[in-house]
């Protein structure tokens, strides 16, 4: 019976002992300290090699626009190089007639315009009558007229607008109020 009762008794030091031996056994102070600096160096790489990254494309996006300011009239200028070359030629010609030189004008015109539109430089020509818009047309003078006031009498020179930025106003004469 004794022995039974030494059975049922809980002994709380076999307890721990046995505890102890089952669990792994926990890594010292030093241990974590070494794996705590370990993580700290790969945190710090990772970290200077991601600032390096984002100097790198800092740099290079810089360049870029750099690029694009250096070049950004190419495109306009390789479209006007036939224009200066169809002028160059009409000077050449040794007697040239009236009928040719007016034709030559309106070929190297239609290289113009079609230069001007590849390179979205758009015209501006209000009609008669249309009304005045402050941010695509100047108006000069106010003259008495017989249409609405406020809407473009003539246009004395066109304007331009390159895609949706004004490059120069529509130059016009408005209606006067009545």
Known sequence: MQ???????????????????????????EEQLAATEARLA???????RAKAEGENIRRRAQEDVAKAHKFA???????MVPVKDSLEMALKVESPSLDSLKEGVEMT???LSSAFE?????????????KLDPNKHQAVAVVPAEQEANTVVSVLQKGYMIAD???RPAIVTAAQAK
Not at 8 to 29: G, K, M, R
Not at 42 to 48: K, P, S, V
Request: glycine letters at 2%.
């Open 3 to 29: 022995d039974q009762e030494n059975q049922a008794v809980p002994n709380p030091e076999a307890d721990q002992a046995s505890a102890q031996a089952s669990t792994p056994a926990e890594p010292t102070l």
């Open 118 to 130: 590849k390179n979205r430089l758009l015209e501006i020509m209000p009609a008669q009558g249309e």
């Open 42 to 48: 790969e945190m710090h790489d990772a970290f200077m």
């Open 165 to 167: 930025r004004l490059l």
């Open 73 to 79: 009239v190419e495109s306009f200028a390789e479209a």
């Open 109 to 111: 015109l239609k290289q």
